[in-house]
């Protein structure tokens, strides 16, 4: 588990650290070569899948907010009488769950997607490998 803004992440594959297309131990050492303006291009799964997670929880975190409104707004109808800010309360509490419930299927919608970029960038990285895994290479200190 791996912890994120407060928020407790489970199931993070090699704590968000593995990079696509570098062995590990070696993602610093391909790192200098990025930097030098000629290395390999790299990205890491790790902050897409906490990202997909994340949006995750907040589709179960707003799952309860809309019952917890009405609970709260219960007992004010009777208490109130015929209070003409009731009618401008209902239709701001009408416009929260809109609210609630769009935000729940914005976050159900991008999980998927961050999950769809992780698998993308695994399909092309194997794609490259094997487009590589054809190329011959001179054998150093072989004959010439």
Same mark, same amino acid.
């Given at each position: 588990m791996s912890g994120v803004g407060g928020v407790t992440v489970v199931g993070q594959p090699s704590d968000g650290r593995?990079?696509?297309?570098?062995?590990?131990?070696?993602?610093g050492a391909a790192g200098s070569a990025g930097a030098a303006g000629?290395?390999?291009?790299?990205? !890491?799964? $790790?902050?897409?899948? %906490?990202?997909?997670a994340g949006a995750d929880q907040l589709v179960t975190l707003l799952g309860p907010v809309k019952g917890e409104l009405e609970v709260a707004h219960q007992g004010l109808t009777a208490g109130a009488g015929a209070l003409s800010a009731l009618a401008e309360l209902g239709t701001v509490r009408a416009s929260w769950e809109r609210r609630i419930e769009?935000?729940?299927?914005e976050c159900g !919608?991008? $999980?998927g997607?961050? %999950?769809a970029v992780v698998q993308g960038q695994t399909q092309a990285n194997e794609a490259v490998k094997s487009?590589?895994?054809?190329?011959?290479?001179p054998s150093v200190?072989?004959?010439r």
């Open positions: 593995e990079w696509a297309g570098v062995p590990a131990g070696q993602a000629g290395g390999d291009l790299r990205h !890491s799964r $790790g902050p897409w899948l %906490r990202a997909a769009e935000a729940r299927k !919608s991008l $999980g997607k961050m %999950r487009g590589f895994d054809g190329v011959k290479t200190g072989g004959a």
